[in-house]
């Protein structure tokens, strides 16, 4: 495997336990995680790999995604025109002003 230029973490909520009880899963994260890879591909970025992670202890507000070697954390990624919105961003070099955590 070649090391990825930027790695997508999405928070999907799942507990210790392995179930899938946290905000981020209610709020439909593993849903958006088709389009984004479906995203992904259909924009070539071949460089990019995205990882569904358990709880990211970010609950309040999510669904989170945090892309590296940036560490830029997004929250509340809610649609897929937050999602285009911030491969967009990642593309441009920038971020999503209004869906970046402090």
């Not at 210790?16 to 899963?25: A, E, K, L, N, R």
């Not at 088709?34 to 309040?60: F, H, M, P, W």
């Not at 560490?71 to 649609?79: A, D, I, L, Q, R």
Request: aromatic residues 4%; glycine residues 10%; hydrophobic residues 35%.
């Amino acid at each position: 495997m070649e090391k990825p230029e930027h790695h997508i973490i999405v928070c999907c909520g799942f507990r210790t336990t392995g179930s899938p009880q946290g905000f981020c899963h209610k709020k439909g994260a593993i849903n958006l995680l088709g389009y984004l890879e479906n995203e992904i591909n259909d924009r070539g970025l071949e460089g990019v790999q995205v990882t569904s992670s358990g709880c990211l202890k970010a609950c309040d507000r999510g669904p989170v995604m945090v892309i590296h070697p940036e560490n830029v954390w997004y929250g509340k990624v809610e649609s897929e025109d937050a999602i285009d919105q911030i491969l967009d961003a990642m593309e441009a070099g920038s971020v999503v002003e209004d869906l970046v955590l402090s």
